[in-house]
């Protein structure tokens, strides 16, 4: 349901990219001398693995720490129905206890001609303190209806005490409703004209404060929930927000999902940022709900979504001790509460042979980074965006398509596949999708290494497509 007009997207974009420098981070403490995390594990699912109704292990690791530490735990991978009218419910363990949020994907509602296997993108963060001794970490699964496959490639990382100081917040239960107005508004970024501009309404959901000794030092924010139907069907939108503004996509990434019948009626809403031009003194970042403001499509109609984020939907903010941290966004002008510009990723209208087609591996952006001498080499790599296509408009029509995101490391594939299945007629509804890979098996040596983001929309032969494209908002962070 989110009204792109994807012709008129497709002529704006250039084809660049801009980066965040790489830095050691200020006031490192104890963790600065290691170089590198303290104790990192990863496991990487290699076949589809089906789920019903009985709770089922699909990746495992452990670990023995000798000192309390924070551990924490992520998750990016895929998933699809292998039956009608399916509820998943994904998460992970450790110990035997939930640390993360639920990755529910609720395809009951869902127009019958999408299933089944119509696959879906998930995302799960979290963690906990954990004392001295040995512990078991588990990405866990079950259907709460009809049945499901999570797919190859899906992953589990585990990293111990990421970060000097560590803030993880977590709804305790279901939030109340949440319905903004905003009929009459545009992102200033898209140009055009009638409405008003500026900030979309939003509604902090969760909060940390943090202190910054010095002005500039880097910190990392995830946060990862899931959204469902409450009043109304329409365009869910939250993001990650710093002193209740946000503060542009080259520090932060948008999150959409439609929670409607064409899509899902309960879905994933998963976002990153890397701020690094904060003042030195307190600051409150915060988890924040908002909707995706429709501006003038069809008569500045409204976007009529009320919903509710979930249970154990969380945010997890990182700060200090970091060896090495950066990331990567696609152009170099930072724009501020942004949120409807896309680039475009794939298209086979006549006129835009520049563009990149369908079926093809499109190199949306790459960053260099040096691993200095005496590093451990065990780095996490983050990749996320929005990603939408159109819908049939003049005549010319948007067929089904299957897109695809991921990460190289030094010209190797690594890590989890982003997958997400877009179908007719509801083709221009967005979702989110991530892929990430923690270098804990194959460390990096030290010296210079390039991570490069891909895309791919697969489509049958002769397929038309109008256009597919993801937010251009800061689509990749790696840190240790």
Known sequence: MNKQAFVKVIVIFALFAAILPSFPAAGAGEHAPLKGLLDAKYAQLGSDTPVSSQMKTILSTSLTLSAAQFVMVNSDGRLYPTANGTLTNVWIDIDGSNVTNNAIIDYRGIIAQHLPGQQHSFNLVGGAQLAVGAHTIRLMAAAGAGAFSIGAGTNLSVMVRPATSIQYQRLGADTAGYGFNTQYLRAACEGGSGGHTGPAPHAEVLAANVTL?????????????????????????????????????????????????????????????????????????????????????????????????????????????????????????????????????????????????????????????????????????????????????????????????????????????GVQAFVRPDTGSTRVIGASYLSANAPLAPGNHTVRVYTRVETAPGASIRGCGVSPDLTLIYFD
């Open 213 to 417: 000794s010095s002005a500039n030092q880097p910190v990392i924010v995830l946060a990862s929930g899931r959204a469902y139907k409450n009043l109304h069907i329409g365009d869910v939108m939250t993001g990650i927000y710093a002193d209740g503004v946000n503060k542009g996509n080259n520090y932060s990434q948008w999150a959409v999902t439609d929670v409607a019948e064409g899509a899902e009626i309960q879905a994933p809403v998963y976002s990153q940022a890397l701020f690094t031009t904060l003042s030195a003194g307190s600051h409150r970042i915060s988890f924040d709900a908002s909707e995706y403001p429709w501006g003038n499509y069809n008569n500045w109609t409204e976007n009529p979504a009320n919903y509710k984020i979930g249970a154990n939907s969380n945010l997890l903010v990182l700060q200090g001790g970091f060896t090495l941290v950066g990331g990567a966004y696609k152009f170099p002008q930072n724009q501020v509460d942004c949120w409807g510009n896309m680039q475009t990723i794939a298209t086979n209208l006549p006129g835009y042979e520049y563009l990149p087609k369908p079926n093809t591996d499109y190199k949306y952006l790459e960053k260099t980074f040096t691993v200095p001498a005496g590093h451990n080499g065990k780095i996490m790599f983050m990749a996320k965006t929005r990603m939408g296509c159109a819908y049939d408009e003049g005549g010319v029509r948007q067929d089904n398509s299957v897109n695809f995101l991921w990460l190289t490391i030094d010209g190797v594939q690594r890590g989890s596949t």
